[in-house]
């Protein structure tokens, strides 16, 4: 595995049981901002294909741009936009794991996104649900390009998640993610990040984000 160089990503894999099923967690991702190659970022969801896995549960922080979706709240991922240069199935295809052409008309498994939503509406957590653009980093975006993000169709931009995810449907692991909002990023009213704060917020959101996946593996 790559090592983990984010200061909130500890990089361990830990192995164990929630809710009664065995599980695999990775504390932290790779990112393609710290150097890594798409196929370095994704190298542990073919782990996991090898080991068993059969559902990815993923989770991440990101600003949003549909100003509806406030800071500290949950956003179910139904789709998603990759802006990141390259993709992580480029080069040659391993038929061991997957085709050579993976269709991704539904990236985000449609069972597990509804099983999200009655979980959410029992557990009073709530939820919106809308689409994810992946962006390179580490720098943050110009109000130029949060218009543009807008104006693509996303509600929510990051710097993760996509390609873990097209690996994932090329290997046949069916996907849910949850995007954790910790900042407002309107262009037309764009205030300077600050780091403090997105942490904060992103703490907020923490005690919904495990409920909502431990409901989710508790009815897989």
């Keep these: 595995f790559p090592e983990a160089t984010v200061e909130s990503h500890t990089g361990k894999l830990l192995y164990g049981n929630l809710e009664g099923k065995t599980v695999l967690m990775m504390q932290g991702r790779f990112h393609y901002y710290e150097g ?88 009073s957590i709530p939820v919106n649900k809308g689409v994810y653009v992946a962006w390179t980093g580490p720098s943050l975006e110009t109000r130029a390009e949060y218009r543009f993000i807008k104006v693509m169709g996303a509600d929510v931009v990051g710097m993760s998640t996509v390609p873990e995810v097209i690996v994932a449907n090329h290997v046949g692991i ?30 907020l959101a923490e005690t919904s984000l495990i409920r909502l996946f431990k409901g989710l593996v508790r009815v897989l």
Excluded: W
Aim: hydrophobic share 40%; charged share 20%.
């Design 36 to 123: 890594y190659s798409l196929q370095e970022i994704t190298f542990p969801v073919r782990v996991m294909k090898m080991l068993g896995v059969k559902y990815l549960l993923v989770s991440n922080a990101c600003g949003a741009v549909n100003t509806g979706f406030k800071p500290a709240s949950l956003m179910i991922i139904d789709d998603h936009i990759n802006m990141l240069p390259g993709n992580p199935l480029v080069g040659k295809n391993h038929e061991e794991f997957g085709p050579r052409f993976v269709d991704m008309s539904r990236p985000y498994d449609p069972q597990l996104i509804e099983m999200m939503e009655n979980i959410a509406e029992q557990e």
């Design 174 to 203: 069916r996907v849910a993610a949850v995007s954790v909002i910790t900042d407002q990023c309107d262009p037309d009213n764009l205030q300077p990040a600050v780091i403090e704060d997105i942490l904060h917020n992103a703490g």
